[in-house]
């Protein structure tokens, strides 16, 4: 039995975007980028993530301090979501989700547990998702310190529907190894390497949890499979992993690794696709044509749309009323004006918001090639010899970067003057907003009588009728109000 308030809950949710689409494919990476504490990394990531065609990407040792939830766009204002969980005052490790555009509108619910754990949950119609994004201590770390990463994770899990599908994903620093003898429903035949501790402390984890490993599960060539590679070139391991509870596994149709995604991390990006066998997934509606309305404050195109508007009407006035209907009158009254407006005043035209000038997205091109130019070398004296261009091209990068970052400053200070002369204070304020960062939303609008902010839909729902009823159900006065006169 559910009450009112859950069943509006289920109703809200139900009108969200699924994200695991029938006959669609949801791609995921997962990737430990080492910072993106850096002027322009957030842009390369989300470069990578388009290449590789990824819907939803897990960056592991994030960096940013605090949590909560933005929007960012790529150079083609093409629009992402980043939920991102940290510590509150120490740039270090850290985990964030970013989301595409479209898959982001299906995301019902997130929570920051810590700055190396993050749960998102997202619609579907048959089954809803829940990632969690991961950042596990190293295998030297201490064992209290790994037992109580643990038991966060476990408490994670535990708060899982058991009908969701479940992905937990990211820099696990651990190494599970090719053998799965008795571990046969956590690990595949496919691993890489040697278990080490950690390995054991996942694979245990996977097999109490009914969860399996999948980049065990899935034949590839080793440089497909292994996800780090140590700063003196020497070492490589598989330690970056995505796991899928078993109830879902088949819905799980690769796990590799691509090598070519660079961001000056020394982990390669690993990928999964899923896909479910269900029925066709509605489409979606068109979407609204925007006019250029600031182009009416020029006189000329003022005048130019009023005589365009005379003069097509001037044209309808020859049809009688008895030719057509309300609804053909109504037609044709607003394709005048939408004809006009389009032809006359025009399309608003997306501008690109990403700040960085076409010479560093060059660089960062070259530095790509630098990449797989290194992996492709056999020699230790070339692979010394491009590590060092490789590092050369990352500093003049980030040099660029700040460069272009203070050019555009000054781009948008001289656009609010020009704006502000012409007397449009809208564009102003939205310049103002951009340059002082206010377009990031807070990590949370609701906080419970504790203090602390509430970042599930159902809880937040929960909260706001526990105020209003503090707020309105207020018992009656002792004394009945009795205002003096008016002696005015």
Not at 82 to 106: C, N, R
Not at 184 to 206: I, Q, T, V, Y
Request: aromatic residues 6%.
């Amino acid at each position: 039995m559910t009450t009112a308030g859950e069943s509006s809950y289920e109703e809200a949710n139900s009108s969200k975007l699924s994200v695991l689409g029938p006959k669609t494919e949801l791609r995921i990476g997962a990737w430990n980028v080492k910072t993106m504490w850096e002027a322009s990394k957030t842009a390369q990531v989300i470069k990578a993530m388009k290449e590789y065609r990824l819907d939803i990407l897990g960056i592991s040792e994030c960096r940013w301090t605090g949590s909560g939830r933005l929007e960012t766009t790529d150079k083609n204002g093409k629009k992402y979501t980043v939920l991102y969980s940290g510590l509150e005052d120490t740039h270090t490790s850290g985990v964030a989700l970013i989301i595409q555009q479209q898959k982001a509108k299906s995301l019902i619910e997130w929570e920051p547990i810590s700055d190396r754990l993050l749960r998102a949950r997202f619609n579907s119609k048959y089954c809803k998702l829940t990632i969690i994004q991961c950042y596990a201590p190293t295998n030297e770390a201490d064992d209290a310190v790994k037992d109580n990463w643990y038991e966060q994770l476990q408490a994670a899990i535990k708060n899982v529907p058991q009908h969701d599908m479940l992905i937990i994903m990211g820099d696990m620093n651990a190494k599970v190894g090719a053998e799965n003898v008795g571990r046969e429903r956590a690990l595949g035949k496919h691993g890489c390497g040697k278990m080490n501790e950690n390995g054991e402390r996942l694979a245990d984890f996977c097999l109490s949890n009914n969860c399996v490993i999948g980049g065990t599960i899935f034949p590839h060539k080793n440089i497909h499979k292994l996800t780090w590679n140590s700063p003196d070139k020497k070492t490589i391991n598989q330690i970056d992993h995505i796991i899928i509870n078993n109830k879902w596994r088949k819905s799980m149709k690769d796990v590799r690794v691509f090598r070519g995604a660079d961001a000056n991390s020394d982990h390669y990006l690993v990928t999964t696709l899923i896909k479910l066998k269900l029925k066709k997934q509605p489409t979606e509606g068109e979407q609204r044509k925007l006019l250029d309305i600031t182009r009416l404050k020029s006189p000329a195109v003022l005048k130019e749309f009023v005589i365009d508007i005379k003069n097509r009407f001037s044209a309808l006035s020859n049809i009688s009323e008895e030719e057509g209907t309300v609804e053909k009158q109504w037609e044709n009254i607003k394709d005048t004006y939408n004809g006009a407006a389009e032809e006359k005043i025009g399309l608003k035209r997306k501008k690109s918001k990403n700040w960085l000038s076409s010479g560093t997205w060059l660089k960062i091109e070259e530095r790509k090639k630098l990449k797989e130019k290194l992996l492709a070398t056999k020699s230790q004296r070339l692979q010394d010899q491009i590590e060092n261009e490789y590092k050369t091209k990352d500093k003049e990068i980030k040099k660029s970067a700040r460069h272009d970052k203070r050019v555009n400053v000054d781009n948008l200070a001289s656009e609010a003057e020009r704006a502000a002369n012409r007397g449009e204070m809208s564009t102003v304020y939205k310049i103002t907003k951009q340059l002082c960062g206010g377009t990031q939303s807070k990590p949370s609008q609701v906080k419970g009588k504790d203090g602390k902010p509430i970042t599930t839909e159902r809880e937040q729902a929960a909260r706001w009728v526990e105020h209003f009823k503090e707020v309105l159900n207020c018992p009656e006065p002792d004394e009945p109000a009795n205002p003096p006169p008016c002696t005015g």
